[in-house]
């Protein structure tokens, strides 16, 4: 059986076509920070049909440097996101710096230091993106280790960011005042009830003080005589000795004061006093 070179090199083109397309859909380009063709770049990675991803070492012809600037660009309805897989800084000389422009210039977005945690992902709705790596002094690129994935934000308009930010804003605003209120109305609770179980109000005050009183009032010793048979009894406004006393009854004045004392009776005393005369005695003498 003869073999047709012909179509054996055609099979050839398209297995290696194949293989290029599952290499290039399943494997995303590095970009190094100790690569010194790309810290010196000067055009932005474009990101419309790649995903980058930034490592802290690994680049060919390795270098230091103290200042790293690299730059990421979104299609035009898109922004960028920035997703941390890695993420560990144990240098506080080292810092990450991130600006949502296409240079680092002005005030950076976001500061990643050392006492940061990991981020978990970044979105912006601007277009471009710069992350510097900038260093106190040379550390031999020792002290830090991050894994960075950049991609465009295909679900993430810019509309459709600001809706969501003015929706949080709303959400957030509304919670810290309906926070407020419920503490507000908490606390008021709390001074009426106080107010309300502490000191007694003053009617209080005046109904103990006048029961005090009555209990230390002298009580008769002898029960109330039956008024009943007085003539000024049916009428609770007259008084026996009153002038004003309007009644069937004629009034009754008081009994003359005595400006001395009554005789004595003295005719059995007299007599008590009078000696007492013996009887005679007679005797008959013959």
């Not at 050392?114 to 900038?134: E, F, M, Q």
Request: hydrophobic share 35%.
């Amino acid at each position: 059986m003869e073999l047709d070179v012909s179509q054996l090199f055609d099979k050839l083109i398209i297995l290696v076509w194949v293989q290029s397309l599952l290499v290039y859909a399943v494997t995303s380009d590095d970009v190094y920070f100790d690569s010194f063709g790309h810290c010196q770049r000067t055009q932005p990675f474009d990101l419309t049909n790649d995903e980058y991803i930034l490592r802290h070492v690994g680049g060919e012809f390795v270098h230091e440097t103290l200042i790293c600037d690299i730059t990421f660009k979104s299609p035009a309805t898109h922004g960028v996101c920035l997703v941390f897989e890695e993420f560990q800084i144990q240098d506080c000389s080292m810092r990450i710096q991130i600006y949502a422009a296409s240079s680092s210039t002005g005030s950076p977005w976001r500061i990643l230091g050392c006492t940061d945690s990991k981020p978990g992902h970044l979105c912006t709705t601007n277009r471009y993106i710069t992350v510097r790596v900038i260093k106190d002094a040379l550390n031999y690129n020792k002290g830090y280790a991050f894994e960075i994935h950049a991609r465009k934000s295909n679900n993430i308009t810019e509309r459709g960011v600001l809706f969501v930010s003015i929706g949080v804003f709303v959400v957030v605003i509304f919670g810290a005042v309906l926070l407020t209120a419920i503490l507000a109305i908490f606390i008021i609770y709390c001074c009426c009830c106080k107010r309300r179980t502490g000191s007694p109000t003053k009617s209080e005050e005046t109904v103990n003080k006048m029961t005090l009183e009555n209990l230390h009032q002298v009580q008769p010793s002898a029960p109330p005589g039956d008024t009943e048979d007085q003539p000024w009894a049916s009428n609770s406004g007259c008084h026996p000795y009153s002038q004003t006393c309007y009644s069937s009854y004629p009034v009754q004045y008081p009994p003359p004061l005595y400006m001395s004392p009554p005789p004595y009776q003295l005719d059995g005393f007299t007599k008590a006093l009078e000696p007492i005369s013996e009887p005679e005695q007679t005797s008959d003498s013959k």
